[in-house]
C-alpha cells in the first residue's frame, strides 16, 4: 500500500490495519522458523509496511493534538 492512500485513511482505520499488519508479520515469523517460508521478502516489506502505518499514525494524532491545543 501507497503512503499516499495510508494518508487519505483515518486513525481508526489506521489502526485496524497496523493490528492486521502486524498479526500477518507474526505468521511470516512462524513460517519462516518452520520452513514453510521460502520468499523471506516478504518479512521485509511487512515490516517497512508497520513502519509506514506507524508514522503516518504518528503524525496524524500530533496534527490532532495540536489542532485540540489551539
Not at 2 to 28: A, V, W
Not at 35 to 46: A, N, P, Y
Amino acid at each position: 500500500m501507497k503512503t499516499s492512500e495510508i494518508k487519505l485513511m483515518g486513525i481508526d482505520e489506521i489502526k485496524s490495519k497496523l493490528l492486521e499488519t502486524r498479526n500477518d508479520y507474526m505468521t511470516l515469523r512462524f513460517k519462516v522458523v518452520s520452513g514453510q517460508l521460502t520468499d523471506t521478502s516478504k518479512l521485509k516489506i511487512t515490516r517497512r509496511l508497520i513502519s509506514r502505518y506507524e508514522t503516518i499514525l504518528r503524525e496524524k494524532q500530533m496534527a490532532a493534538d495540536l489542532e485540540g491545543a489551539a
